[in-house]
């Protein structure tokens, strides 16, 4: 039985920093950015988006009427969710009018959330003949501070996979190779906005992660790493996915090495021009390496997903015949891109300091962002008040 992803959708904020910016007010040198951590941009959140907009941006891009009405499973992987009880499923259901007779819920575990939801609908589908369709979201935002050493791998966005039967894109493969440990690599109270993160320590498990799942996913399958025509990454920022293919391949020869990092690199066109995205990550450069990498229906990709704290994951899926037909064209994406704000260094302080009330009181929320059809209006009475198409929705 065939079960995966069918379709893919994508959106980040319209505002974006230029990391040569950055590094010059920080008195850095760019090419520390640019090379040194391997990105280039980073989207930037202004206060009238979040994750739920950001999320059923990224969903009605993709989603028919028809489609809306067969999901039965709505799932939201987020580690920025805007409420400790609600899950952002709930909202995103009622603005893109989703099928009510559905399960709606929210999963966290770091950046790996994403990827445990979209195992939970291989699963959903597997154990239930009847049901269509699944939709699963990774919508975050990323923040670690101004002047912190974690304020280059900042970003913002979302992802959305609709994961069918008969899958027009990519079919998953079973099984997979997880590992879990309780780790303090990476964390964020609730009494904070900012995550804490210890940078070295985190990159040590992301590694070791990958090498126990690797190994495991080779016992399990008997596969080798000649099977897969390409392997992309949890991205929190390019340079540490490029540590783990640099560690997955080190035994190949150096035409393999080669190959597989020309594949990379496409994978990450839009990790570097976006930024951190936690839980859509890994998914947005599986979105970059099918609209840049070119590789043939059949071909066998590997998948590793990371999430702080810590939980990895690795797996593979197979190209569909037909697959680029499902997407849009790669310069599409990238013009998308091209028509963001570049803030200047006070705008993107700016953005980064006004943050919602946290006290309770109500708050209208300035109209910044013009793009997107939603949009977070404010909050009143301890209800975020959202925005589609003109129509206050709470």
């Known amino acids: 039985m065939a079960i995966g992803i069918d379709k893919i959708g994508f959106a980040s904020p319209e505002f974006y920093l230029d990391l040569t910016d950055l590094a010059q007010a920080r008195q850095v040198d760019p090419a520390k950015y640019h090379i040194g951590i391997g990105q ?64 709606a819920i929210e999963i966290k575990e770091a950046c790996y959330g994403a990827t445990a939801g979209l195992q939970l609908a291989y699963d959903h589908l597997a154990a239930h003949p009847e049901s269509q369709r699944v939709l699963v979201l990774g919508a975050d935002e990323a923040r670690y501070g101004l002047q912190t050493a974690g304020e280059v791998t900042q970003g913002a966005g979302a992802i959305a996979l609709l994961v069918t039967r008969q899958p027009r894109i990519l079919e998953l493969e079973q099984p997979s190779a997880y590992h879990s440990e309780e780790v303090m690599d990476f964390w964020r109270p609730n009494y904070r906005q900012e995550a804490l993160a210890d940078g070295r320590f985190s990159t040590e498990q992301y590694l070791r992660f990958l090498d126990l799942t690797w190994a495991d996913y080779q ?40 190959d597989y990092l020309a594949l990379f690199q496409q994978a990450t066109k839009l990790n570097r021009r976006v930024g951190n995205l936690y839980t859509g990550s890994l998914y947005l450069s599986l979105y970059s390496l099918l609209l840049f990498g070119h590789l043939p229906a059949g071909a066998r990709i590997g998948l590793y997903s990371y999430g702080s704290g810590a939980v990895a994951e690795f797996f593979s899926g197979r190209l569909v015949a037909g697959y680029a037909k499902v997407l849009p064209t790669g310069a599409s994406v990238l013009q998308q891109l ?56 709470q």
């Open 338 to 393: 091209a028509t963001r704000q570049r803030l200047t260094m006070d705008g993107y302080q700016h953005l980064f300091n006004a943050q919602l009330p946290t006290d309770g009181s109500d708050w209208t929320t300035p109209q910044q962002s013009r793009q997107t059809p939603f949009r977070l209006a404010g909050i009143a009475g301890h209800q975020r008040l959202y925005q589609n198409n003109g129509g206050t929705i």
């Open 219 to 258: 016992t399990k399958t008997q596969r080798d790493l000649t099977d897969l025509a390409a392997v992309i990454f949890h991205i929190p920022f390019t340079k540490l996915g490029l540590k783990g293919l640099r560690q997955l391949t080190a035994t190949a020869s150096a035409a393999q090495q080669a």
């Open 40 to 103: 280039d941009e980073m989207a930037v959140m202004p206060q009238d988006q979040d994750v739920v907009t950001l999320a059923a941006q990224a969903a009605a891009q993709i989603l028919t009427p028809a489609e809306r009405q067969s999901l039965d499973l709505i799932i939201f992987a987020t580690e920025s969710g805007v409420d400790q009880s609600k899950a952002s499923a709930l909202y995103v259901q009622r603005l893109l009018g989703l099928n009510q007779a559905a399960r």
